[in-house]
């Protein structure tokens, strides 16, 4: 709701390097928190190969197309193979970044991660 009188637009003026230093800012701030970034990896890991499992004894299928066939395939122990490879090239590709910006890795695992146990968990609670 505008105010009367107000003006709404929509026009606003960045200034220059300011997403500069508010990228520079949070990526200080997830440094401080990195340790806790693996360890919350680690732990969605875990609950989400347990969830998974859990999911699959219930009778629930497996989301995605290429584990589906890799666990009808190869078994479940696929998924935690694979989950401990994609762990095992995060660590890789964070020890390759700078201290500053490898932050971002824990992250990027971490977030797609939990979302997938939120999923698990909300269609197992369903049944």
Do not use: Y
Not at 20 to 35: I, M, Q, T, Y
Not at 78 to 89: E, Q, S
Request: aromatic share 6%.
């Amino acid at each position: 709701m505008v105010a009367e009188g107000a003006v709404f637009t929509t026009d606003r003026t960045v200034p220059i390097g300011a997403i500069d230093r508010w990228c520079s800012a949070l990526l200080d701030e997830l440094a401080g928190v990195e340790r806790e970034l693996w360890l919350v990896v680690a732990v969605t890991l875990v609950v989400d190969v347990w969830l998974t499992h859990v999911g699959l004894q219930h009778g629930l299928q497996e989301g995605n197309p290429v584990m589906r066939a890799a666990i009808e395939t190869f078994g479940f122990a696929v998924l935690g193979l694979t989950k401990v490879a994609a762990l095992g090239l995060a660590g890789v590709t964070r020890r390759l970044l700078s201290d500053r910006r490898g932050v971002v890795v824990p992250l990027g695992i971490a977030l797609p991660w939990a979302g997938a146990v939120v999923v698990n968990a909300t269609l197992l609670l369903r049944l």
